[in-house]
């Protein structure tokens, strides 16, 4: 699987648009990007996942560059509930490789 | 988004002693995983399960973790010899397919003294 790269943190104000970046350029053409998160010590949560047209969904929306080498996962009015660890997945989407390998993701913290 | 339930919700244990964890199925899922976290680090693959038997597994899943769906509906994760470096929260995923997105269960916080 491709390896991404993410900023380590970010902030975001309550109520605007987040927008968290994902670089992925040795990705692969059978790879899909997904984006899982995770709030406090709970189990990752699935938000969405794309291989190259955008994605938007009742969570989130993700664009990815028409060369496919990054992304950017957008929640469109940012809560504190969305404070939370976002991780940027990239993996090829078939079944015998169902695993999932987390990096250490974007903590996300959406302040008042 | 289905639900998946895990149980203990968190686990004491001494060193050495063996520990079962379990992760409670939705029926139309087909493929399981187990992940654990060490605190403050990443979570991790452990290992994935498919028609009975392990598909996949990690250079953490040794000897002393085994995975098996005894009765056909809760799937258990059995450490046999817990060890202090065991203390994790562990995670159990489900999947109606392995291409599909994965969903998280709570987690069981294991505690080994």
């Known amino acids: 699987d491709a390896k991404t790269t993410q900023p380590t943190s970010m902030d975001c104000a309550e109520g605007r648009a987040a927008n968290l970046p994902c670089n992925h350029s040795?990705?692969?053409?059978?790879?899909?990007v997904y984006w899982y998160r995770q709030i406090h010590s709970q189990g990752p949560q699935y938000i969405i996942h794309?291989?190259?047209n955008n994605e938007t969904n009742e969570m989130a929306s993700l664009i990815i560059t028409e060369d496919r080498k990054s992304s950017t996962l957008i929640l469109p009015h940012a809560t504190l509930r969305d404070t939370a660890v976002y991780y940027c997945?990239?993996?090829?989407?078939?079944?015998?490789?169902?695993?999932?390998?987390f990096g250490q993701g974007t903590t996300l913290q959406v302040k008042p | 988004e289905p639900e998946v339930t895990q149980t203990p919700s968190h686990q004491v244990t001494q060193m050495g002693q063996e520990v079962i964890l379990r992760c409670v199925p939705i029926?139309?899922?087909?493929?399981f995983y187990w992940y654990r976290q060490i605190l403050g680090q990443k979570v991790e693959f452990l290992v994935s399960?498919?028609?009975?038997?392990?598909?996949?597994k990690s250079e953490i899943f040794d000897d002393q973790f085994s995975v098996e769906r005894p009765d056909g509906s809760n799937f258990t994760l059995k450490i046999r010899s817990t060890k202090l470096e065991d203390s994790a929260m562990y995670f159990c995923a489900r999947s109606p397919d392995g291409s599909y997105e994965q969903y998280f269960g709570p987690g069981t916080r294991l505690t080994v003294t």
């Open positions: 794309g291989l190259k």
């Open positions: 997945i990239v993996r090829v989407r078939s079944s015998n490789t169902g695993k999932l390998i």
């Open positions: 040795t990705i692969s053409g059978n790879e899909y």
């Open positions: 399960f498919y028609n009975n038997e392990i598909s996949e």
């Open positions: 029926s139309n899922h087909l493929y």
